[in-house]
């Protein structure tokens, strides 16, 4: 089993910035992938950004350029620094752990973090 703990959410204007943070507990697999999905009112839940136990990347092209995700594995820790933010990045953020290879291993989600952008 394994807990994440999401924090960092809040309300900033467009074109600020926010640091959120997943702190993951529990029987964590040395290989694992981590990441961010968000999800809007109305729309789907929709990948973010992840980052696997080796350190390599990958963005939705929506936050190419504004985002940047990182992990310290020693932590358990996966961020997501999210810069130029715009409105339309409003949304609940999840953080979320495939724990395990691909194709067996197993998912894990937070509660969610509330991300507003105002105009």
């Known amino acids: 089993q394994v807990q994440l703990v999401e924090s960092g959410g809040g309300l900033v204007q467009a074109g600020g910035s926010l640091r959120l943070s997943c702190a993951a507990s529990?029987?964590?697999?040395?290989?694992?992938?981590m990441g961010w999905y968000r999800q809007a009112p109305g729309k789907q839940r929709e990948l973010v950004a992840s980052i696997d136990n080796g350190g390599f990347p990958n963005y939705a092209d929506s936050v190419k350029g504004r985002f940047t995700i990182s992990r310290v594995n020693a932590k358990n820790t996966v961020y997501l620094q999210m810069s130029s933010l715009k409105p339309e990045d409003t949304a609940v953020y999840y953080c979320?752990?495939?724990?395990?290879?691909?194709?067996?291993?197993?998912?894990?989600w937070g509660k969610g973090t509330l991300v507003t952008v105002s105009s």
């Open positions: 529990g029987s964590i697999f040395s290989i694992n992938t």
């Open positions: 979320h752990m495939l724990n395990g290879p691909y194709r067996s291993g197993m998912d894990y």
